[in-house]
């Protein structure tokens, strides 16, 4: 493959180089299963151990609440059904938030049609929740709020602090969806008053098909995978060690360098931010431009199509999105984008770039340059373009 700029690492990121070098030893000499009990499943248990350790270690919290998972989408689906399903006798409401991502929406869906209400709350026009609307959103049968801690999409950071104080105060459980926000922002769940937590080991340079759920001490939730007794009987199957290993190393690498990365993600973004805002007409920054993810930048412009601004893109050797890698399939706008108030039409022109530490100020303005003549091109083709300089 030639040279590339990557700008997409909201979707997924290079596994490190230290985090491949630390699983290589799991598939070959410290291969065993660890649930068994002689030499080569100790090592591998042992490894296991140390890395749930670490991970609690970044959360505040107790190595015993840390469950390994798959990812985020199972993090999120055993967090909502699992609850749901502990706590139906006290209640069958759930709240959550119109942006969240489809793991937790679709999720919510299943459980609408076993019987449980839901209520999506809305978020203002730079995408953060409307904390009144939550309150009045709050019943005596509600069992769990659900918010997403940064939008995967357009990169608003929720104020889980305020949010969990309100769930705490009564009585409701807290989850949050930190896939985009673990291991970029620091998070501390007694603090945040956290009671589950999902994150994904692709989206901070770990291997994909990893990721974990915490779960505080106390809550009452159930298996979501059945069999044997891995997870200390909560999620059956054998562990994915090297998984595990390349988590752990990719999180010990992201905590012991994260204000550096952020102050040269920040910088990165900001650079982009200000040059598409004034060298590209008729565009719009998505998302709140101060509680903001340090990597995210999201603009709509209007008059043409983001997919066909991503084809082009990428003919340039430019690797972006208009949104969720999830729904990267579907031709309807980013339900995120709606949800903050923009009309389909401007929706359809969306451009999601999520920069890395490792990306430069010339990959930035090469970039910047590419977005000017596509979408300059493609607007000298656009028949609604044509109509509005005449009225203009």
């Known amino acids: 493959m030639g040279e590339f700029i990557y700008l997409d690492n909201a979707a997924t990121t290079k596994t490190a180089p230290e985090a491949v070098e630390a699983m290589l030893p799991y598939f070959t000499d410290f291969y065993g299963n660890p649930s068994s009990i002689y030499f080569l499943g100790a090592s591998a248990r042992k490894a296991v151990a140390e890395m749930r350790e670490l991970i609690a270690s970044t959360l505040g919290a107790k190595s015993n609440e840390i469950y390994f998972t798959g990812g985020g989408s199972e993090s999120d689906n055993w967090a909502l059904v699992a609850a749901a399903e502990a706590y139906g006798e006290k209640g069958k409401h759930i709240i959550t938030s119109a942006v969240e991502h489809h793991a937790v929406l679709h999720t919510c869906q299943y459980l609408e049609k076993r019987g449980y209400e839901v209520?999506?709350?809305?978020?203002?026009?730079n995408g953060i929740l409307k904390m009144e609307e939550l309150r009045a959103a709050i019943r005596?049968?509600?069992?769990?709020?659900?918010v997403m801690f940064a939008n995967n999409e357009i990169g608003t950071i929720q104020p889980i602090k305020e949010i969990?104080?309100?769930?705490?105060?009564?009585?409701?459980?807290?989850?949050t969806d930190a896939v985009q926000a673990y291991a970029h922002l620091p998070i501390q769940v007694d603090e945040?008053?956290?009671d589950m937590l999902s994150a994904s080991g692709h989206k901070f340079h770990g291997p994909k098909g990893t990721g974990f759920l915490y779960i505080r001490t106390g809550v009452k939730i159930r298996s979501f995978l059945h069999g044997g007794?891995?997870?200390?009987g909560r999620r059956a199957g054998t562990e994915n060690v090297p998984g595990i290993i390349g988590l752990g190393e990719a999180a010990r690498l992201a905590f012991s360098h994260m204000d550096e990365r952020s102050r040269k993600e920040t910088e990165l973004r900001d650079y982009l931010i200000e040059r598409i805002g004034k060298e590209v007409p008729y565009c719009r920054l998505n998302g709140d431009a101060g509680q903001r993810l340090s990597n995210n930048v999201n603009f709509s412009f209007r008059f043409i199509e983001g997919e066909s601004l991503l084809i082009s893109l990428d003919r340039k050797g430019i690797c972006a999105s208009s949104g969720s890698a999830c729904t990267s399939g579907s031709l309807d706008p980013s339900h995120v984008l709606l949800a903050i108030g923009l009309p389909h039409e401007i929706a359809h022109g969306s451009l999601r770039l999520t920069v890395s530490w490792e990306n430069t100020l010339e990959e930035m303005d090469r970039t910047v340059e590419a977005i000017k003549e596509i979408v300059e091109r493609l607007r000298n083709m656009s028949p609604l373009y044509e109509d509005f300089k005449k009225q203009a």
């Open 119 to 125: 209520t999506y709350v809305g978020v203002d026009e």
């Open 164 to 175: 969990g104080a309100l769930a705490k105060e009564r009585g409701i459980l807290f989850h």
């Open 192 to 194: 945040m008053n956290i």
């Open 140 to 146: 005596p049968d509600t069992i769990l709020i659900s």
């Open 229 to 232: 007794q891995q997870e200390r």
